[in-house]
Structure formats: C-alpha cells, structure tokens
C-alpha cells in the first residue's frame, strides 16, 4: 500500500456531521483532516430578546441527547445573571436528573454504539445471541435511566419540570422509593457491563493532551464546579471561562475548534475521570480498578470505558441523593425572582463534557447577549491530533481496518449520537 | 404509563410526509382518547421503544412507510421484522423499529402485538414545518377514523 485515500464521508439529516479524511503518498502521510459540515444554528441569536423563563426551553433543543444539561446550564447562568440562590433540595433533585442523563447518554454509546465495534459487528444484533445477558444489562440501564429522567424531568428528554428557580413538580417519595429500588437493582447490571468491557481489548495508542473538566473540593463534579485543567494545579472560575477556553476556527470545517493551554484539549468522561478520580463513588472505584483504567489516562479510546465508570458511579450517587431527599423530606418551595440586569455564566459536565452558558440581561429579564461553548466543539482539534497520531500505527493494514481504526479513535469520543452511528458509510476514492 | 394500549405517531414535523405518524397523532390527541390508551408522537429511537413496548398490553404504530405503492395508499399489518426490514422510517439517527423487533426477537423478549398503520409518502426531505403531501394529508384523515373506531 504506497498511496491511499480516504474519505469517510458522513451524512446526517439533522445534526452531527462529519468526515474523515486522509491522504497517504510512499507510506507518508500528507493530510490527516477531521471535516465538520454543520452549519450553524443561532441558537445564541435566537435567544436574544428572550425571557428568561422561556430560555430554558428553547435552548434545551439545541440536543435530543443532552437537552437536561443544556437545560441546567442555562438555569445555573441565569440565577446567577438574577441573584438567585437555589435551594439544597433543588440542587439535590437537579443532580439526580444529571445522573439520568448521563447514565441514558453513556449507556446508549458505549453499549449500542461503541461496543459493537469490539466484535467487528455492524451493530449490536448479532451481540443479542453471543452477549445476551449483558445485552439485556443495557437495554435494562437505558430504560431505568430513560424512567428517572420521566420521573424528575417530566419526561425522557427536554425536562419541563424544571425552571429558573426550582421545579413545577416533584417527585412524591412513594416514587423516590420505587426508583432507589431499581437503581440498586441495577447495580448487578452495573457489574454486568463492567465484566464485559473488562474483556475487551482496548487499541494500544496514547498521546498526551490536556484534559478539562469542572472540579469540586467535595464531589466527582457534574453539576457545578470551577474549570480544572490537567495542565494546571489550580482551577478557574467558571466566569473567567474566557480566559481558558480560546475558541478559533480552520477554512475546511464550520464548526469552532477550542484550545487552552496546548494546541488541543479534551473534555468528556475520560477529561472527568483523569481530574476527579478520587471523588469517584466506590462502585465507580471498583469498575475502574476492573477495567484497568488509571488516572491520568492519556488513551482516548478508553474514554468509552471512563463512560463505564461514571454510569456506575452516578447509579450508586443517585441512591446517596435519594436517600438524602428521603431523609430532609420533600416540600413545596415557593419561589420569589424579580428581574434585574447581570451577567450569569453556567457550567455543567453533560455526557461529552464541558458545556457552558452566559448570559446577559437587561432590567426585564430579558437575554441581551448570550454565549455557549459546546463539549463537542472544544474535542474537534483534539479528535484531528489524535488522528494524527494513530493513522501512523495503522499504516501497513488494509484500508478496511484502517477505515474501522480511525472510525472508532471519534466514536471513542462519542461527539454525537449521529456521528457514531454514520460514520459506518465509508467512501474510497 | 396509565393505558394498556400505547399509541406512538411517528415522525419529524420539519421533513415533509416523514411527520405523518406525528400529526395522526397530534389530531387524534386533541379529539381525546379513552385513559386506557397513552399516546407518543415525535421522532422515537427504536432503543426507546424497547424498553417502553413491553409494559403494554397492544402497541399502535403510524408512521411513513416506503412500500412501493402508490403515494397515500396506506396498510395496516402486524409488526415482524422481516416485514419492517431495517429502513422503516422512525429516526435518522437510532436502531429503527424495526432493528429493535429484530434485537428483541433475539434476545427473546416478549413483546405485545404491535400493529402498524403505515403510510406511503410522496416526499421526505427537509421542510422546516409541518407539510404533508395532498395524497397523503387524505391518508392521514382516513387512518385517523379508522384509529378512532378501533380505540374509541
């Protein structure tokens, strides 16, 4: 194989767009791209003139996936902007919606997507005779995940519970009880998983990078926290996100690009786990001792199973919330806000990490300006040095497995439901 | 959950004839439906449906259906996978339904009988609001007295 090229084009109707491109002349790689198509969707533009109570609806469609974190975000920015200090029990049930999130998100990817992949299938179908018990582990997390997020957020995705301020409903503690029973239940499914992720043979390749993540003195950090770096001993406000987040574009992609304090970063589960691993809770401890995975992890392809590990610890955190809700006693909070001009900047840790939203308002409340900075966004550069650094270690192998190699190092990634499940159309030029 | 019956109208509003399970649904939402039926609309990826199917009794599905007939014909049938093969349209992105009956045939879960009212289109593609096709509008008018007497 002397000269080759590859182009895995991807097409999508509606979000995730993106293509793989590579050239290789005499066993040298000339061009190695990471092509993003999107075009962009104003959101920031849409919100403007906007109040803020109709904010978080609105900008929780910005993601089918993420729309709870994208919700928080915004919520979190905008209390801020009014002076608003949510109460322990709100902070409490929001968490445990999170959770929802990310165990539904985590486990979608890395059970329906990704795991195929290690057995060179197409999808998970032919894993349904071969794997069936730990097939049925996942299909039974996704659905208690989807069920929490029903129960705290209304319903599976887009909460409509949750509002600037605290909730429209709650849940009674009859319900409480009955999802603490399954999530504990679900601990064996847990395991489950972690067996079999535990057997799987991880692509060998490492490349140092910076790794990005919320950070808190007393938790695994999800819902708040100040921007830490793997780079850095110190962590940062998340109001002076601008001064580590530096966000700039290339001419082949639309989508922005993100650095900080290398050309590249990472944020996600492995971006998470690398900063916060000792506030794992121990069933996330006991998975990532399992699977082998170690802080700091320079392996993006192990980002699949830091996914692993934080279902298991937001399963086992979602049990410590409830009971904690149990024990204060759920109530009715009534709620004053009056709008006032300020400022908010929020930031939550979704599923591919690092999402951040600010916000302006004038004395009505309502959105002057307003800025986002996506998870996905701030990997592309991070994805493209990767695939720089791992093309090199394919070469020599038929294009089907380079093809396959490359496709898995940005599923490994998971930077949207679309991308993993379309990259899978390859064209050869 | 509180039916035994889950209704699902399947669908993008914004990509033409793709939304006609979702508006099926969305009319037959607002002339009411008896509490013994819950009912869905919008895109549902198949992993969804999965985990919601078995708690019914009896599953209706409405959605687009490219059977090669006639743009507006419309068919109702009893869900298999070999029948729905792996393009039946419920989500750009996901499993389909019909991958999903496919992975629960294997895994050998139990499913409730699912029975398809599936609409031939005219034209998928993006629309950015709800616009259905003539042919297909009058499809949808028919599968909605059709599900009205079978529901309530």
């Known amino acids: ?429 | 959950m509180k039916g035994k019956t889950l209704l699902l109208g399947l669908g993008n509003d914004f990509m033409g004839d793709d939304a006609v399970g979702a508006a099926v649904a969305k009319i037959i939402e607002k002339r009411g439906l008896p509490p013994t039926v819950d009912l869905l609309e919008g895109s549902i990826d198949g992993f969804t449906l999965l985990g919601l199917m078995p708690k019914y009794e009896k599953v209706i599905v409405v959605d687009a259906a490219d059977m090669g007939l006639e743009p507006g014909e419309w068919r109702v049938f009893d869900a298999k996978p070999e029948l729905l093969g792996k393009n039946f349209r419920t989500l750009t992105h996901f499993f389909s339904l019909g991958e999903a009956l496919e992975l629960a045939e294997r895994l050998g879960l139990k499913l409730p009988p699912i029975k398809i009212y599936a609409i031939q289109p005219k034209f998928i593609g993006f629309t950015g609001k709800l616009r259905l096709s003539g042919s297909v509008a009058k499809a949808a008018r028919a599968v909605i007295a059709s599900l009205q007497s079978e529901l309530c």
């Open chain 1, 1 to 429: 194989m002397s000269g080759i090229d590859i182009h895995v084009h991807h097409v999508s109707r509606v979000e995730g767009h993106g293509n793989i491109v590579v050239k290789v002349e005499d066993n040298q790689v000339k061009e190695t791209r990471w092509e993003i198509p999107e075009a962009p969707r104003f959101f920031e533009a849409m919100v403007r003139g906007k109040h803020y109570s109709d904010v978080v609806f609105i900008i929780s469609r910005i993601c089918g996936i993420c729309g709870i974190g994208h919700t928080f975000s915004a919520i979190q920015a905008l209390e801020k902007a009014l002076g608003f200090e949510p109460s322990e029990q709100t902070l409490l049930l929001r968490k445990l919606l999170l959770h929802g999130e990310t165990i539904q998100s985590h486990t979608l990817h890395f059970g329906y997507l990704a795991l195929p992949d290690f057995f060179g299938a197409p999808n998970i179908i032919p894993l349904a005779q071969s794997h069936r018990e730990q097939v049925l582990a996942i299909i039974r997390l996704h659905r208690l995940a989807n069920e929490l997020c029903d129960l705290i957020g209304g319903r599976t995705t887009h909460p409509i519970t949750t509002i600037v301020g605290g909730w429209t409903r709650l849940p009674t503690p009859e319900e409480l009880k009955e999802l603490r029973r399954r999530l504990t239940e679900a601990i064996a499914d847990v395991r489950a998983v972690v067996k079999l992720f535990a057997s799987l043979e991880i692509p060998d390749f490492k490349r140092e990078t910076e790794y990005i993540a919320l950070k808190k003195p007393d938790e695994y950090a999800f819902y708040d926290g100040e921007i830490a770096s793997t780079d850095e001993q110190h962590t940062t406000p998340l109001s002076r996100y601008q001064e580590k987040i530096h966000e700039f574009i290339v001419p082949y992609s639309t989508a922005k690009r993100a650095r900080s304090n290398r050309e590249s970063y990472m944020v996600g589960a492995l971006a998470r786990f690398n900063i916060n691993y000792e506030k794992l809770m121990p069933l996330g401890q006991e998975a990532a001792d399992m699977m082998g995975l170690k802080p700091i992890c320079y392996n993006s392809f192990m980002n699949n199973i830091a996914q692993v590990v934080e279902v298991a610890h937001a399963i086992e955190d979602s049990i410590r919330i409830i009971d904690t809700l149990l024990a204060r006693g759920l109530r009715e909070e009534k709620v004053q806000i009056k709008p006032r001009a300020g400022r908010g900047v929020g930031g939550v840790e979704v599923p591919r990490g690092l999402l951040i939203h600010d916000y302006t308002l004038d004395e009505q409340g309502r959105v002057v300006d307003s800025n986002m900075i996506i998870p996905t966004n701030q990997n592309h550069q991070n994805i493209e040095e990767d695939l720089k650094a791992f093309l090199p270690q394919l070469l020599g192998k038929s294009k089907e497995e380079i093809t396959l190699g490359l496709e898995m190092l940005v599923r490994a990634y998971d930077p949207c439901i679309s991308c993993s499940t379309h990259f899978l159309k390859v064209e050869w030029k």
